[in-house]
Each structure stands twice: as C-alpha cells, then as structure tokens.
C-alpha cells in the first residue's frame, strides 16, 4: 500500500515569491492534516480537513497561507507570499476516520523542506 | 490549552541497554496520549497510544509506555535497544479527538 506521498521534498525560493506544496494520501483515508515543523521543535497543526471540507483551519495564517483540498483527495498548501520565517518542513498526514482515537494513528509523509532566502 | 514536555533533547545508551525516552502531559480532562518515532529522511510513524484501560501500553517495535496519571507521565521504554532504534522520537497528546500536540522531540542514539 503507497503511503502518503508529498512534493516537492525541497524548495528553495526566495522571500516574497510564492510556493506550493502536494500532498497525495493514502487512498480511502478521509482525513488530511497539514503540520509545520520547525527546526528542533513538534509538528504543530496547521489546517485538518474531513473530505473536502476544511473543518480545523483555525491555525492557518490565511494572510499568505491558503489551502484546498479538491474532491476530497489530493491537498495543496500555497504560501504567497513566503516570508523568511517560514522556513521549515510541511508534513503531511492522513488518517482513514475522524478521530485519532478511532484509528490511534496518523499517516505521515516525508515532509517538503521549504528554504526561504 | 493542551502541552507536552519531553525534557531531554537527547539520550544515549548502549545496544542491549534499557532505553527510557521522557514525556510529560499538561491537558483538561483525560488524555490522550501517543508515541511517534521518525527515521532520517522519514515521515512520522506511530509506535503507541494511550486511550483508556491498562497503564502500560505495548507497541511497535518491542516498545511500551506507561501512563502514570499522577506525574502526568508517558515514558516510553525498551528493555534491550538496539542500534537500529536510532531516531527522533515524539510525545503526542490531546484532550479531544484529533487535535494532538507534540512535544519538542528527542534523539536517541543507541551505540553499538
């Protein structure tokens, strides 16, 4: 089974130009996260949909981060524009239900290392 | 507002030695309690939970934890490590159902 697979795995761009990340998750899996992981610190929750709907965005900066999740499948994170401080890794994960008590476990990607310059 | 502290940035042992990886809790009502470990160039992979029920958990990997409810504790444990149990380890908890927040990490170096 292909696990939750993300891109790019590297970016590097300079400040004020836009990004754009992927996330394809595991197939049947309804729940899609998108974390930020900073240097030496946890994945911290950015935005949780249930199928197509953003259901937790509460912290997105949706000043310059957006997201979508079409058809309820494929997710994008989009930064425009990127500041230096959001050099980090963007996670994402999936989970087949609502809930990490009903499944105990969050799929995660490998993660895309975005450099601001 | 939910938090987790894992106090040690890194710990050391020696292959076949106990390895104890430290987790701390601050969240209202009952936790929620979760053990993630991450490979170099890895996604997160979940090792254990905590929901309800017996205070030591079994888990991936010959790993358990055990929930001591009046420390506030999840540390996780491994009687013998081994040299492949290398990685950064993550402390997870949540006081609903899908909102977890992770503690800062810990890097367990298992020397052969």
């Known amino acids: 089974e292909a696990g939750v697979v993300q891109s790019p795995r590297y970016k590097i761009i300079e400040k004020k130009q836009p990004v754009a990340f992927w996330c394809n998750p595991i197939?049947?899996?309804?729940?899609l996260y998108w974390y930020l992981q900073n240097l030496g610190q946890g994945p911290e929750l950015l935005i949780r949909?249930?199928?197509?709907?953003?259901?937790?965005d509460s912290q997105l900066p949706k000043d310059r981060f957006s997201a979508e999740r079409l058809k309820g499948v494929d997710s994008t994170l989009k930064i425009q524009p990127a500041e230096l401080g959001d050099s980090a890794v963007y996670l994402c994960?999936?989970?087949?239900?609502?809930?990490?008590?009903?499944?105990?476990?969050?799929?995660f990607g490998e993660g895309s290392r975005l450099t601001v310059l | 507002a939910q938090s987790v502290a894992q106090p040690e940035d890194q710990v050391n042992v020696a292959e076949g030695n106990p390895l104890t990886v430290k987790c701390t809790y601050s969240?209202?009502?009952?936790?929620?309690l979760f053990w993630y470990v991450q490979y170099p160039n890895r996604g997160l992979q979940f090792l254990l939970k905590?929901?309800?029920?017996?205070?030591l958990v079994k888990g991936s990997y010959g790993f358990e934890a055990e929930f001591n409810k009046s420390q506030t504790s999840f540390h996780l444990k491994k009687p013998s490590a081994l040299v492949s149990d290398s990685a950064l380890y993550f402390c997870?908890?949540?006081?609903?159902?899908?909102?977890?927040?992770f503690g800062a990490g810990t890097t367990v170096t298992v020397r052969a």
């Open positions: 994960a999936s989970s087949l239900v609502a809930g990490v008590t009903n499944t105990g476990e969050l799929f």
């Open positions: 197939s049947g899996h309804n729940t």
């Open positions: 949909y249930e199928n197509e709907e953003a259901v937790d």
């Open positions: 969240v209202s009502g009952n936790p929620y």
């Open positions: 905590y929901i309800t029920g017996d205070n």
């Open positions: 997870a908890a949540s006081s609903n159902d899908y909102k977890l927040s």
